[in-house]
C-alpha cells in the first residue's frame, strides 16, 4: 500500500483531489511542518514537504517534480502582519505550521530592510507562545486558510506583507513553498506520474473543486476560485526550479543552512 503525506488545506487540493477517494494510494494529512518527520520515519513513501526541508532533513531526499504549491507572485495565504513598519520590527511570531515561510521571511526582511528580528513559534490558532497567551504580538506570520478565515483585523495590522509578491518583486522568480518529495533511493514505481496526472487533471477542475470544499475550509467561493485558480501555481518547471536554488543559496547566504545539497 502506497503513502502520500500531505497538508489539509485548500491550497493542496488540486495536487491530491481524487486520490483520498481511491484505496491507493492512501492519503495521510498533517500540518505543513510534520511532513518531514513522517517522511523521514517512513510512514509515508512521498509527501508534500516545504522545500526548505530538502536541504535540513537528517535524511537524504529526492525531490519529485509532479507537483508542488507555488505562486508567481501574489500568493495570498503567507502573510506578515505587523503593528508597526516593517523596517521596525523587532521579533515575529510565527507561525508553527511552516517551515519555509519562516525562511522566506527572514530573507525578504533582510533583504529589503536589513532586518533581522528574533522569531518565537506561536500556535496561530490558540494565539499562544511559550505557553503564554499572546493576543496582538507586534508582527506575526500566518500561512494557509487561516489567512483567510481568522485574519487579524487591519485597524491593529496596518502593515502587511505578502510573501509571494515580495519574493517576486525582489527576484523577478516565482517562488515554490512545497514540493513532493520521497527519501533519495527509493523506488516509487508509478506514483509519481499518478501525482502527476493527478494535478493534470485537477487543474482543470478548478471550479469543481472549489464547490467541494471551499465552504468546508471557510472560503467565499469566488475569492476561492480566483485563489486556486488564478494566484497559485503547481507545475514543477525550469524557474521552479531555479527559484528554488536561488531561495537555498540566500538562506545559506543568512546561515539558515550549512550548505546547498545539489537537487537529485
Known amino acids: 500500500m502506497r503513502?502520500?503525506?500531505?497538508?489539509?488545506?485548500?491550497?493542496?487540493?488540486p495536487l491530491i483531489e481524487g486520490l483520498e477517494d481511491g484505496p491507493d494510494p492512501v492519503?495521510?494529512?498533517?500540518?505543513?511542518?510534520?511532513?518531514?518527520?513522517d517522511l523521514e520515519a517512513g510512514t509515508v513513501d512521498v509527501a508534500l514537504c516545504p522545500v526548505i526541508d530538502y536541504q535540513t532533513s537528517a535524511t537524504p531526499l529526492q525531490i519529485?517534480?509532479?507537483?508542488?504549491?507555488?505562486?508567481d507572485g501574489t500568493t495570498l495565504t503567507v502573510r506578515l502582519y505587523s503593528r508597526v513598519p516593517l523596517a521596525d520590527i523587532v521579533e515575529v511570531h510565527a507561525d508553527t505550521d511552516s517551515h519555509t515561510s519562516v525562511a522566506l521571511l527572514r530573507?525578504?526582511?533582510?533583504e529589503r530592510f536589513d532586518v533581522h528580528?528574533?522569531?518565537?513559534?506561536?500556535?496561530?490558532r490558540e494565539h499562544v507562545a511559550d505557553g503564554r497567551p499572546v493576543a496582538w504580538p507586534q508582527a506575526m506570520l500566518l500561512i494557509g486558510d487561516k489567512v483567510v478565515t481568522d485574519s487579524p483585523p487591519a485597524v491593529r495590522y496596518p502593515h502587511q506583507l505578502d510573501l509571494g509578491h515580495a519574493w517576486k518583486?525582489?527576484?523577478?522568480?516565482?517562488?515554490?513553498?512545497?514540493?513532493?518529495?520521497?527519501?533519495?533511493?527509493?523506488?516509487?514505481?508509478?506514483?509519481?506520474?499518478?501525482?502527476?496526472?493527478?494535478?493534470?487533471?485537477?487543474?482543470?477542475?478548478?471550479?469543481?473543486?472549489?464547490?467541494?470544499?471551499?465552504?468546508?475550509?471557510?472560503w467565499p467561493r469566488d475569492l476561492a476560485k480566483q485563489y486556486l485558480g488564478r494566484w497559485l501555481k503547481f507545475d514543477v518547471g525550469p524557474r521552479q526550479v531555479e527559484a528554488m536554488q536561488r531561495f537555498w543559496a540566500m538562506a545559506h547566504d543568512l546561515g539558515m543552512i550549512d550548505r546547498v545539497r545539489p537537487m537529485t
Open 27 to 37: 492519503v495521510k494529512f498533517d500540518v505543513p511542518s510534520q511532513l518531514l518527520p
Open 64 to 71: 519529485i517534480p509532479s507537483g508542488g504549491i507555488g505562486c
Open 169 to 218: 518583486e525582489l527576484t523577478g522568480l516565482p517562488f515554490v513553498f512545497a514540493v513532493w518529495m520521497a527519501r533519495a533511493g527509493d523506488d516509487l514505481g508509478d506514483l509519481p506520474q499518478v501525482l502527476a496526472d493527478t494535478r493534470q487533471r485537477n487543474q482543470t477542475r478548478i471550479d469543481q473543486i472549489v464547490d467541494r470544499h471551499a465552504d468546508t475550509h471557510g
Open 3 to 13: 503513502r502520500v503525506g500531505c497538508v489539509s488545506f485548500l491550497n493542496a487540493k
Open 107 to 110: 530573507i525578504l526582511l533582510a
Open 117 to 124: 528580528p528574533k522569531i518565537i513559534d506561536y500556535h496561530a
